[in-house]
C-alpha cells in the first residue's frame, strides 16, 4: 500500500471517528489539538450551534470578528431569553451583530433557561423581538423551537411558509378577536413536524392553542403533518384527540406522553408508528399508566385494530424506570397488555429503556417476546423508522 492510500484511509477513519463523536463537545475539543487536520474537520461539529445568553454574547461577538469565516459552519442559533437570562438595551449591538452574521441557519430555538416559569414575548426589547423575526425568516431556517414564552401574537408566524418543524412547549398565543379579522391572507406555515407539550402548572396552555386552531388567521397548517409529539394528561386529552382529527390522513408517526386520561384516536389510515412514552420520575407511574396503552390500543380504530388493511408495523415503549417498579403493579394489567399486543400481529413491538434491565421485560411480556416481535433496547432504533421517509 502507498503512502497516498494509507493517508487517504487515515483521513477517512479520522472523519468517521469525529462525526461518530459529534455530540461530544469536550471530546472533540480535545482531537482538534492534535493537528490541524483534525481540527479542520472538528470544526464544522464545535461551532455548528451557537448559544446565546446575557453572559455569551460578548464572547461570541468577539470570537465572530476575528474568524467570520466559522458564521458558515452555524446551522442550530439558540436564544435565551427567559429564566435568569435578561438583555439589556445595551446589549443591542453585539446581539444584532452576531444575528446579522449568521446567513444560512437551519434551527432557531427561543426560550427560558430556568426549570419553571415563563416570560411574555412582550417583556423582550423591542430590538430583540425585530432581530429574533428576522433570523427565522430566513429561508434556510427549517426548525423552529419555542420554549416559555407566553403572549406570542399569532403574527409571529405570518411569512414563515418555509418553516417545517415546530416545537411549542409552555407557550400561549394571542391575536384579535376573531370576528373582527379576516382571512389570512400569507401562505400558511405547511408543518412536516409539530411538537406540542404543556407541562406543570400549563395545562391551560392546551385550551388556549386548542381555542386558536379555528382563528381566521390560525397560522399553521397540520392537514399534512408527517410527525406529531403530544403530551396527554386527563384535562387536555379532548383538544388532543381535536388536534389529531385536523391532521388528516398524511400522519406517519405519533408520539403520546402519557400522564392519563383515556385517548381515543380517530382513524389514521397512513400511521406507520405509534410511539409511547411513559411519564419520569417514578412515582408519576401507576398501574393505570400501563392499562392506559391498552386501552387507546383497544379504542383507536382502524390502523391500531387488527385490521388485515391498516397501516401501523411498530409500537414503541419509552421508559426510565426499571422494571422491578413496574412488577409491583398487579400482573393482570401485564397480562392483559401482553395479550393485545400478541393480537397485533405482525406489528412489532420496541420496548426503548435506560439502563442494563433490559432482558427483564421479557418477564414482563412474555407471550409477545415468544413470538419474536418484541425488540428491547436501551436506545430507541432509528432505522426501524427509516420508512417513515423524513
Known sequence: MDTATRSDLSQEIVEQIVHYLHDDIKTLKTLATISFAVWSICRPLLFHSLRLNSGSHTKWAGILRNTPDLC????????????????????????????????????????????????????????????ISKIISRPTVREVKLAGLTQIPLSFFFGLSHIRELQLINCTFTAPPASSSPCLKDPKVPLSTFYVKSSGTFAVHYYEFDRFLGHPQFPLDLTHLSQLHVHVKPWNYAETRRLLSICGQHLLYLSISLEGGLLRIPRLTSLCVLHFH????????????INEIGTTLVHTPGSLSNDKNGSLQEIIISVNIKPDIFQMFPRYLWTNLDFLLVHLSPVRVQVVTWGDQVSDWKLLLPALHETGRLSLSSRLDLDCASFLRL
Open 72 to 131: 458558515s459552519f452555524i446551522q442550530e442559533v439558540v436564544i435565551l431569553a427567559g429564566g435568569g437570562d435578561y438583555f439589556l438595551d445595551r446589549d443591542e449591538g453585539l446581539v444584532v451583530s452576531i444575528l446579522d452574521s449568521i446567513s444560512r441557519p437551519k434551527a432557531i430555538r427561543l426560550g427560558k433557561t430556568g426549570p419553571s416559569g415563563t416570560r411574555p414575548w412582550t417583556r423582550l426589547p423591542a430590538w430583540l423581538q425585530v432581530a
Open 278 to 289: 411513559l411519564p419520569m420520575p417514578a412515582f408519576a407511574m401507576t398501574g393505570e399508566t
